[in-house]
Nanobody
Framework: QLQASGGGLVQAGGSLRLSCAASGFTFDDYAIGWFRQAPGKEREGVSC????????YYADSVKGRFTISSDNAKNTVYLQMNSLKPEDTAVYYC????????????????WGQGTQVTVSS
């Protein structure tokens, strides 16, 4: 089970930190991705961290603004979001993939419930 939290309402230029906590399995065996879905749009990959070597990946739209990290002792992955823009507004989901990081939602085995991020202009 995955539990995403940390969303909220923030002004453009502000920051939020999302958390993704796992229970029932350990992150050591999984890649953890963050996705987001805005109203009327498809779910898109934002970032991913590979448990095998710690490699991180970012969508071009968030590169340089978002940072993904993991605390395996706490079984938690974080997404630090800085310089937020109104176009970052979406429901953010974390997901676990047993194999490797992927930008395709169907590749992921477990999903959290989502947390709303709203950025006002």
């Amino acid at each position: 089970q995955l539990q995403a939290s940390g969303g909220g309402l923030v002004q453009a230029g502000g920051s939020l930190r999302l958390s993704c906590a796992a229970s029932g399995f350990t992150f050591d065996d999984y890649a953890i991705g963050w996705f987001r879905q805005a109203p009327g749009k498809e779910r898109e990959g934002v970032s991913c961290i590979s448990s095998s070597d710690g490699s991180t990946y970012y969508a071009d739209s968030v590169k340089g603004r978002f940072t993904i990290s993991s605390d395996n002792a706490k079984n938690t992955v974080y997404l630090q979001m800085n310089s937020l823009k109104p176009e970052d507004t979406a429901v953010y989901y974390c997901a676990a993939d047993l194999n490797m990081c992927s930008w395709y939602p169907l590749d992921y085995d477990y999903w959290g419930q989502g947390t709303q991020v709203t950025v006002s202009s």
